[in-house]
């Protein structure tokens, strides 16, 4: 039928093949340009599912990015265009200096609930660390970052697994974060999961499975 409706029948395919690095591994942190204008999602909308479309809204912006010399972009929330949400394909994860680990949390229906989000928080917990899941503002990452009590930002996602952030720039502002270089934690998080995906250590929470 040509017409507009769910469809009542689907087929779910998951295609699988060898991949190479998402970024390239010496190539360091990544600048990411914060997006002001377009958003990503809105309360009530898509943004929490891998639906079809899920990159569309976040396309003109990376394009912009681009221009600005940013690999990456961060999206606000639709309203206030103030609080943290997401990058186009990413979650995204910062580390405080008193070793906190604070991600924005989910309950808006906006930031998709990625499994390596999901992941990573719950080896954070298992490190010790302190895990929060708070709303947290662009003003607020500027001046922590030009204090240094924000010490590390990275992006995660199934794709890159963990991809640090060196920069942000915005319209009006602009700042380094660890000097442009890969933080600590951020390189145990990514060793952990990675380990634990190769099958190199142990499987604590029984997240292997055989697919083939
Ligand atoms: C895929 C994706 C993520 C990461 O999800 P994972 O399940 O960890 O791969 C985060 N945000 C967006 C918008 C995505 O499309």
Known sequence: ALGVKPASEFKFIVIACAA?????????????????????ASRGGTGTAKCGGNYAASLTAQMEGKEHGC???LFLDAEERRWLE???????MMVFEDGTLLTPPLAGGTI??????????????????????????????FADAKSGKLREV????????VSPIGAF??????CTINNNTVGEVTAKLRQTLCDIQFGRTADPHDWIRTVA
């Open 71 to 73: 690999q990456q972009v």
């Open 169 to 174: 720039k915005s319209k009006t502002d602009s």
């Open 20 to 40: 190479g690095e998402y970024f390239s591994k010496d190539a360091g942190p990544v600048s990411v340009w914060v997006e002001t204008d377009t958003v990503r």
């Open 154 to 161: 990275f992006a995660c996602g199934t794709a890159a697994v």
């Open 112 to 141: 998709l609930h990625g499994i390596t989000r999901d992941s990573l928080l719950t080896l954070a917990r298992d490190a010790g660390m302190t895990v929060k899941e708070e709303r947290y503002a662009l003003d607020q990452l």
């Open 86 to 92: 997401e990058m186009g394909g990413m979650n995204v």
